[in-house]
T-cell receptor, first 116, second 113 residues
C-alpha cells in the first residue's frame, strides 16, 4: 500500500539556521507527485513546494527546497534561513492515481519550533 | 477573491444527531476532497469527487456521506453512525494537471456535546 512516513514528531531550529524535515514514501507507481504543506496553529494548510517523480532537478521555492532522492524514496524539505514565522506543523503528501483521478496520502507531520 | 469557504468554523453535535459541514469554492476547480484531522495526526481522506454527480469513498468513509450536485459545493454530512466524530475537518479542491496542489479551506472543528 502507498505510504508516507515522517519520522520526526518535533524539531527545533535556531533562527536564521537551516533545517531539514524528513519524508520517505512507498509506492509501486512510476508516476507520482510529492507535496509539502505548512499548517500554522490557526489550522489552514499552506502549499509550499512540489516535486514530480520524473523531475530531474530538485524543486526550489524561495527559502524552501526539496531534496529528492528517488532511489531511496525520500523527499526531504529543506528550509533555509529559518524565521520565527516558520514555526508550524509540516506535512509531506503523495499524489496517487492516474488519468486525472487523484487522491493524496499525508504523513503524520513534523512540528517545527524556531527559537529566537 | 477566489477561495474555499468552510462553514461553520465550530460545530457541536448531540448524540444521535446528523450534522452537515459546508464547503463552497469559487475557484472553478473540478476535484474536491474532505479530510479528517485528529490531534497530532495527519490528514485522512473521507470522500473525494472529480466531477459533478460523482464521488468516491476515501479511507475512512464509514459514518459520513457527501453530495456533489454543483461544481462549487461539496457538503459533508456526519451521521449518527460515526461514533467518534470529534475532529478537525478540512475541505480541499484542485484544478487541472497533476502538478497542481490542493487548495484548502480554513476548516471546521466538530465536537460532541
Amino acid at each position: 500500500a502507498q505510504k508516507i512516513t515522517q519520522t520526526q514528531p518535533g524539531m527545533f531550529v535556531q533562527e536564521k539556521e537551516a533545517v531539514t524535515l524528513d519524508c520517505t514514501y512507498d509506492t509501486s507507481d512510476q508516476s507520482y507527485g510529492l507535496f509539502w504543506y505548512k499548517q500554522p496553529s490557526s489550522g489552514e494548510m499552506i502549499f509550499l513546494i512540489y516535486q514530480g517523480s520524473y523531475d530531474e532537478q530538485n524543486a526550489t521555492e524561495g527559502r524552501y527546497s526539496l531534496n529528492f532522492q528517488k532511489a531511496r524514496k525520500s523527499a526531504n524539505l529543506v528550509i533555509s534561513a529559518s524565521q520565527l514565522g516558520d514555526s508550524a506543523m509540516y506535512f509531506c503528501a503523495m499524489r496517487e492515481g492516474h488519468g486525472g483521478t487523484y487522491k493524496y496520502i499525508f504523513g503524520t507531520g513534523t512540528r517545527l519550533k524556531v527559537l529566537a | 477573491d477566489g477561495g474555499i469557504t468552510q462553514s461553520p468554523k465550530y460545530l457541536f453535535r448531540k448524540e444521535g444527531q446528523n450534522v452537515t459541514l459546508s464547503c463552497e469554492q469559487n475557484l472553478n476547480h473540478d476535484a474536491m476532497y474532505w479530510y479528517r484531522q485528529d490531534p497530532g495526526q495527519g490528514l485522512r481522506l473521507i470522500y473525494y469527487s472529480q466531477i459533478v454527480n460523482d464521488f468516491q469513498k476515501g479511507d475512512i468513509a464509514e459514518g459520513y456521506s457527501v453530495s456533489r450536485e454543483k461544481k462549487e459545493s461539496f457538503p459533508l454530512t456526519v451521521t449518527s453512525a460515526q461514533k467518534n466524530p470529534t475532529a478537525f475537518y478540512l475541505c480541499a479542491s484542485r484544478w487541472g494537471s497533476d502538478n497542481q496542489p490542493q487548495h484548502f479551506g480554513d476548516g471546521t472543528r466538530l465536537s460532541i456535546l
